[in-house]
C-alpha cells in the first residue's frame, strides 16, 4: 500500500519559514517524479514544485520560484519543501504527489499518488 503523509505545516507571520515534509512508503521513491501542490479554499489545485528522481532538476511556479526550495533524500524516502518568504497568498492546504511522468506532475497537476495534505496559514 503506497502512502504519502505530510507534515510541517502551520501558522507562521508574514516573511516568516516553514519546512514541509513528506513521508513515503510502498513505492520505489527513487523511481519517481515529486511534486508539491496547494489548494486555497474556492481555488483550483495549483502546481507548486517538483524534482526529478535524483534530484538533479527542480521546477517551480513563477509565484513561488526564489521563496520556496523543493529537496528530496531519496535514503529517508522523503520530500521536503523550504518556504521562506513567506505570503499571505501562500495560504493553502499543501499535497505531496509521485508520478513517473513530469509533464503529468508540472501540466496536467495530476499524479499517480497523493498524500493528505497539510495546511499552511500565513497571517499579515
Known amino acids: 500500500q503506497v502512502q504519502l503523509v505530510e507534515s510541517g505545516g502551520g501558522l507562521v507571520q508574514a516573511g516568516g519559514s516553514l519546512r514541509l515534509s513528506c513521508v513515503t512508503s510502498g513505492l520505489p521513491f527513487s523511481s519517481y517524479y515529486m511534486g508539491w501542490f496547494r489548494q486555497a479554499p474556492g481555488q483550483p489545485r495549483e502546481f507548486v514544485a517538483a524534482?526529478?528522481?535524483?534530484?538533479?532538476?527542480?521546477y517551480y511556479a513563477e509565484s513561488v520560484k526564489g521563496r520556496f526550495t523543493i529537496s528530496r533524500d531519496n535514503a529517508k524516502n522523503t520530500l521536503y519543501l523550504q518556504m521562506n518568504s513567506l505570503k499571505p497568498e501562500d495560504t493553502a492546504v499543501y499535497y505531496c504527489?509521485?508520478?513517473?511522468?513530469?509533464?503529468?506532475?508540472?501540466?496536467?497537476?495530476?499524479?499517480?499518488?497523493w498524500g493528505q495534505g497539510t495546511q499552511v496559514t500565513v497571517s499579515s
Open positions: 504527489a509521485a508520478d513517473r511522468n513530469i509533464y503529468r506532475l508540472r501540466v496536467n497537476r495530476d499524479a499517480d499518488y
Open positions: 524534482i526529478s528522481w535524483n534530484g538533479g532538476s527542480t
